[in-house]
């Protein structure tokens, strides 16, 4: 009986104050959406992370004719030098795990291959080289491999492609921590909304209270209603921003950069539904919480 | 049942207390007026009977309770056993007759075969059998008074308040009032009536006790009392100065009519 009392305050809260009910909905929404890009744009760094510290490898480059690479002193690398790079690389094991050697022909081939569609594509043969790929096992490692192989005769530069990788992993990881940043001012504003709104319905709803007080209501019977109220709007809110999370992983990262960039790993929904139970909870508490500090100090007994 | 002891409340910022020292014992199923002028203290007093505000010295005990010792979350179980009336009825404008009642019933989470069998109970008992559908603005000021003490006495609790339950009703209507009140109070409630309508507390010769800047000032035995004993209006006869021409002020309204001259003035002070 009484928690069907209970179900209908709650339903004839949240119909008597629509308007206040839906800016809960739509802030939570937005801040939760953000939220979960931010921590999306996190899982999708540590993606690429797994999948490229992987495949990094660090690249000796040869000589060849006419380069602007002083220790070649513009002379290609001899055999003898070739062998001696590769017999260093050999006695560096298990530092490194495998040495494969690219001609000039091989590397050009496979950039034009990459680049098929792009303007890049017509670069000349002479600006590459002989080169030896070298796999790490452990890619945090390449110092010891670049302190060995350089101003060795004949090898003109060593090459960490984890540099460049770390760059551009830095530029996403900032992204998402903007988002999230961003994302935690809209908790911030979302949080006030929620604790004006329910100064707003307890001053709406004083009489009710204030009867409900004089018979000697509990505490919990006052105030629940109220409680449920916003946490029902708030849930509502963070689960639309699920919906679009989910929308914007599935059809935006799945269905779209996934089939154009193939080579790299990318997150999936599987992301989002980890992610979600922790949002919807987190809002859960929140919301909750920020009711009844609120309705302490505007609902006295 | 209600027991003061040298209880005293004094309001923040204020200078004098609202009740002071006030010792007085009201026992089970006594029918009491609290008399006195505006701020004599009658409306705190029984504020503090429920404990809508705190004593600030002497003991007070209600229904078996200290309440200077009683926990915050123990008030509401005080508060279910007093019913409370009041002045301006506060009925829910939005709920009919029925619902109002009832709503004292399911707020304290009473199964619904109660509520049905309890809510005509009691409306029949203040007279209002038949009226369960009109809503408060359909009734008169007597009628939704009644609908407050049906509400404060559905519960049967074993005190009950009323704070001028009288003061926005005629005279006879207010008899009548006073007269279910009795009822209620011969079924063995304790009741509690704040008032300042002497011609009902002549007629009904019951305990009252009298309340004058907060202090006790008597406490008459049933029967012994009349208005006579009650300080009449002190006649205020000092001359009231005669009217000083006032400058006209600005209205604050754009309506095209010319600003007086004195409003310039005054907003350069």
Partial sequence: MRLQFLLGEIGNGLRRNLSMALSVVIVTMISMYLLGLGLMGQRQVDTMKDYWYDRVQVTVLLCAEKTRY???????????????????????????AEVFYESRDEAFDRFKQTYQNSPLARAGESYFADSYRVNLN????????????????????VQDQKKLLEKFFTFMNTISWAAIALSSLMVLAAVMLISTTIRQTAFSRRRETGIMR??????????????????????????????????????????FLSETLTDTAFIGVADVVYVAPFIIGGVVVLASATSWVT??????? | MILFENVTKTYPKSHRPAVNGVSLEIGRGEFVFVVGTSGSGKSTMLQLIMKEQDATGGRLSVAG??????PDRKVPSLRRQIGCVFQDFRLLPNKTVHQNVAYALQVLGAPRSRIRSTVPEVLDLVGLAGMEKRFPHQLSGGEQQRVAIARAFVNRPPILLADEPTGNLDPGISLEIVQLLDRINRTGTTVVMATHDFATVDAMRKRVIRLDKGVLVGDVEAGDYTTGSIPRIELDDRPIPARVA?????DGYDDGAPEPQAAVQGSGR
């Fill in chain 1, 138 to 157: 452990d890619a945090s490692k390449f110092d010891v491999v670049a302190s060995s192989i350089k101003g060795m005769p004949g090898a003109a530069d």
């Fill in chain 2, 65 to 70: 309770r200290e309440l200077d010792r009683l």
């Fill in chain 1, 295 to 301: 309705l302490r100090r505007y609902l006295r007994v």
């Fill in chain 2, 246 to 250: 006032e400058p006209a002020v600005a």
């Fill in chain 1, 214 to 255: 004089l018979v000697g209501a509990s505490n919990f019977t006052i105030r629940f209603p109220f409680v449920m109220e916003t946490v029902i709007a708030s849930v509502l809110g963070a689960s639309l921003a699920m919906g679009m999370l989910w929308a914007t992983v599935r059809y935006g990262v799945v269905g």
């Fill in chain 1, 70 to 96: 002083t220790n070649c002193a513009g002379e290609p690398t001899t055999d003898a030098q070739r062998t001696a790079i590769r017999a260093e690389l050999d006695a560096l094991k298990p530092t490194v």
